[in-house]
């Protein structure tokens, strides 16, 4: 038996491990397992290859244990000696074994850089906000890489939330939230004023974007800022107020996001992997919430 098969009779302790469901994670399974096949073919038959088609050695997990032990290192941040200790492989084999799935997950999700798109059960405002996470001090260009507001080196994205349609009918319904666009990584040091305009997120047509006090000069929806020695009006005030209740749904998103605690904890893996990490936990994300 498995032990993607063994976790799956425990359906709470499983979200606690991975952060999916066990339904979420067999939805995903048929989507993987056609590209995993891809990329495996590819590779055994790939120029300059010197063995044999099945020589060497193989595997010791099946796809769905790797996909397990994905998860389990996206939600715990554990050290592939803890993983490995706990699939029963070394754990000079957990990169083996993981690595590869990153991509093909990062394909199945499709979280954009640049486009964003909205379904006809979204509303068409987007919320834009920037977001850090530590990491260990660079060898090479460490100042850009300092944030001064966090006091560490840092690493930072864009983010873009939607929010979809309230339903109709009986019932409660909550306002779903969804993570429609990732930007690519900047150095902890880039403002969110620099980041938004570096980024070139393309918006559809008539769609209202907001964002925070770090996009004061873009063209985004801003709250009103206190001019030095002077108090803000009643109006304002009201209209700052309804500003930050609008676009806490931003700060939600990228909070649920962080229970993947790889987004939430010192990133310790290379800087060139964090945009690919950061795409796939916006994935399960909209998975799970969306």
Not at 113 to 129: M, Q, R
Not at 165 to 177: F, M, N, S
Not at 248 to 270: F, Q, S
Request: proline share 5%.
């Amino acid at each position: 038996m498995t032990h993607t098969a063994r976790l799956r009779t425990h359906p709470e302790t499983f979200r606690r491990l991975t952060g999916v469901t066990p339904e979420a994670f067999h939805h995903l399974l048929p989507s993987l397992h056609p590209r995993y096949h891809a990329w495996r073919e590819k590779r055994l038959t790939r120029p300059h290859r010197k063995r044999r088609i099945g020589g060497g050695r193989r595997f010791t997990l099946e796809l769905e244990d790797k996909l397990l032990m994905l998860l389990f290192s996206y939600r715990t941040s554990a050290t592939h000696a803890f993983l490995g200790f706990l699939f029963g492989i070394d754990d000079s084999n957990v990169g083996r074994n993981m690595n590869p799935l990153k991509p093909l997950l990062a394909d199945i999700f499709r979280i954009p850089e640049k486009k964003i798109d909205l379904s006809e059960d979204e509303i068409a405002e987007l919320f834009f906000d920037g977001t850090e996470q530590a990491v260990h001090r660079p060898k090479r260009g460490q100042r850009q890489w300092y944030s001064g507001k966090k006091k560490r080196h840092t690493i930072k994205h864009q983010v873009v939330v939607v929010r979809r349609k309230k339903k109709r009918g009986r019932g409660v319904h909550k306002r779903r939230i969804r993570i429609a666009a990732v930007s690519r990584a900047f150095p902890g040091r880039t403002h969110d004023k620099t980041m938004y305009e570096e980024a070139g997120m393309a918006r559809p047509p008539g769609a209202v974007a907001i964002g925070d006090n770090g996009y004061h000069g873009t063209d985004l929806l801003v709250p009103v800022k206190r001019k030095p020695g002077k108090e803000l009006t009643e109006r304002q005030r009201k209209h700052n107020i309804a500003h930050s209740r609008l676009r806490i749904c931003v700060e939600h998103g990228i909070g649920k996001m962080k229970t993947w605690r790889i987004l939430a904890d010192r990133y310790r893996n290379p800087l060139r992997n964090h945009t690919l990490d950061f795409k796939n936990i916006a994935g399960l994300h909209n998975l799970m919430f969306a």
